[in-house]
């Protein structure tokens, strides 16, 4: 089986500060790992993936993620938040054979100005 | 390049009425999948398609929901008749290949109100 768990619904940060989205993997088998954004009426949109090649992920808009299979996460980071990071931001798991996408529930990031 | 198309983004209609919806995949992409979005459920995959082929079919709530690809290039969600815990938003993604690494695109949804 697999799964992920966000924690926080809802993250608040003041414009420039770190941001930091937890996300917590269960999986029997090594993992796939995606981090998704969604902007008000729209869809999802990929951020980053981790297909086993290095620990630490880049992607688009600055942000970034570390694997790190001894303590089970995918925390997702960016060094400065901006206020255009306003959005709801998705972890999501995937396994060798499965076809599905499992998705958590969500983290709701707000940025102060 | 177009990406994955949904219509219509907006549905309002009565307690019983039929709805479809439509989805567009990237071309070229032979996975589709069909997903709901609640507040109270999250994200939730209703079923989804290979090749045109559904294949898994074991989050469709309930027989009033059908799903449908006729072609690489089309696939329709169907409420009959529809309730007002229909009420979601439908998303619609697509996926070239089936190779674990590969990620979703999805379309921008269909905001759903059943009154």
């Known amino acids: 089986a697999q799964s992920v768990t966000q924690l926080g619904s809802h993250v608040s940060v003041s414009e420039g500060a770190l941001v930091l989205l937890r996300c917590n993997y269960s999986s029997s088998v090594p993992p796939y790992l995606f981090w998704y954004v969604q902007y008000p009426n729209q869809g999802l949109q990929l951020l980053l993936k981790?297909?086993?090649?290095?620990?630490l992920v880049k992607g688009i808009n600055g942000f970034e993620a570390e694997f790190k299979k001894s303590e089970t996460s995918f925390h997702l980071t960016k060094p400065s938040a901006h206020m255009s990071d306003a959005a709801e931001y998705f972890c999501a798991v995937r396994t060798p054979g499965n076809e599905k996408l499992t998705f958590g529930t969500g983290t709701r990031l707000t940025i102060i100005p | 390049d177009a990406g994955v198309i949904q219509s219509p983004r907006h549905e309002v209609t009565e307690m019983g009425q039929e709805v479809t919806l439509r989805c567009k995949p990237i071309s070229g992409h032979n996975s589709l999948f069909w997903y709901r979005q609640t507040m109270m459920r999250g994200l939730e995959l209703l079923i989804y398609?290979?090749?045109?082929?559904?294949?898994?079919d074991s989050g469709m709530p309930e027989d009033r929901f059908s799903a449908k690809m006729p072609n690489a290039s089309f696939s329709t969600l169907k409420i009959q008749p529809s309730e007002p815990r229909d009420s979601a938003v439908y998303f619609c993604?697509?996926?070239?290949?089936?190779?674990?690494?590969?990620?979703?695109?999805f379309g921008d949804g269909t905001r759903l109100s059943i009154l």
């Open positions: 993604a697509s996926r070239y290949g089936q190779a674990t690494n590969i990620a979703q695109h």
């Open positions: 981790y297909t086993s090649a290095a620990t």
């Open positions: 398609f290979n090749n045109n082929v559904p294949i898994d």
